[in-house]
């Protein structure tokens, strides 16, 4: 089967190629198609449903040149993935967040329940392996709440839980010890705000990251919250934690219960919250499973593995 895809002018062609027609190999090699591109004009050929994805690929990176920005090798095998995932990338929910030319989109069905959740309930329970996008839409939402004003502040919060590690042998003071655990919310965070102006919102207090610890005794109001790594709460931490929720808020909890470092005769917070929150309106829970995953295609293989060997032992 054959479709065509035009290319308007010499910069839409730039952005649909990509760097040393890097999207057109990608698209080759996921879809099984031929790509030939003449005369303004990329012509797809290949099986029925090959052709209509790589289209339906082709048209989401000439949308974001429409937007003036562009998609990156990474955001495009995101897009290849939706597309597999059966997301309708024309509908989607774009989440616009601070750097205005990169909204972040959910690349499955799961994600696309998970920012709908978000968007409506006030108390979203976010439960799902690693690379699922639990963090990172969570964070995605929060930026856009700051963005639009319904939200004064984000709050970015993680149970600093040593994982075989002493905390206490680490070189520095008490931020620097604790540093390391909170990481990964500020790798998320600079990928949708500027790094000097992330640098900005933390020194004004309008974004703050800390140690679940830290916030015993708040209120916090007009704020996004997000709990990460909440498998590594304890049920009185869990509690403490939903119960710092103050007006106008929204808090996000998130996690993975088949990799808690906590003792193994404590009960994970999560895991409780789930059996005793479920049936509250207003507080949702959504579950990612390992197709949800949207990192590398090798980390799907690897949770199967671990899920195998889990459940050969039990």
């Known amino acids: 089967m054959k479709q ?25 090699k996921a879809f099984g198609v031929a790509l030939t591109s ?15 994805r790589t289209a339906r690929v082709l048209e989401e990176i ?26 309708d990338l024309s509908a989607v929910d774009r989440i616009e967040v601070l750097r205005s030319e990169a909204p972040v989109v959910p690349r ?3 994600q696309e329940r998970y920012v709908t959740a978000m968007r409506r309930s006030d108390i979203v ?13 969570a964070v995605a939402l929060a930026t856009a709440a700051l963005r639009t004003q319904q939200a ?13 590690e002493k905390l206490g042998f680490l070189p520095g003071d008490m931020r620097d010890k604790v540093d390391p655990y909170l990481r990964p919310l500020y790798d998320a965070l600079n ?16 974004i703050e990251v800390a140690p679940l610890a830290f916030m015993r005794g708040r209120t916090l109001n007009h704020s996004f919250v997000i709990l990460d790594e909440a498998q590594n709460c304890t049920i009185a931490q869990m509690k403490m934690f939903l119960t710092r929720l103050g007006a106008s808020s929204k808090a996000v909890i998130t996690g993975d ?16 919250a789930y059996s005793l929150l479920n049936k509250i309106e207003g507080i949702e829970f959504v579950e990612l499973p390992r197709r949800d995953i949207v990192r590398h295609r090798l980390v799907q293989e690897i949770v199967d593995a671990y899920q195998k060997e889990t459940k050969a032992q039990s």
């Open 125 to 137: 329970f976010s439960i799902g392996p690693a690379g699922s996008g639990k963090t990172y839409l």
């Open 257 to 272: 219960v088949t990799q808690t470092d906590l003792a193994p005769a404590e009960t994970s917070g999560l895991r409780h």
């Open 191 to 206: 990928d949708m705000i500027d790094f000097d102006q992330v640098q900005q919102f933390c020194d004004r207090g309008i």
């Open 62 to 87: 000439k949308s974001r040149g429409e937007l003036g920005g562009r998609l990156s090798p990474a955001e495009v095998e995101g897009a290849i993935e939706a597309v597999r995932n059966g997301v």
């Open 4 to 28: 065509t895809v035009l290319l308007r002018d010499r910069r839409e062609a730039e952005l649909v190629h990509g760097l040393n027609d890097s999207n057109l190999k990608l698209l080759k």
């Open 108 to 110: 499955t069905r799961g």
């Open 38 to 52: 003449r005369q303004g004009l990329i012509t797809i050929e290949g099986d029925e449903e090959g052709a209509a």
């Open 152 to 164: 004064r502040r984000i709050v970015l919060v993680r149970p600093a839980v040593e994982a075989g």
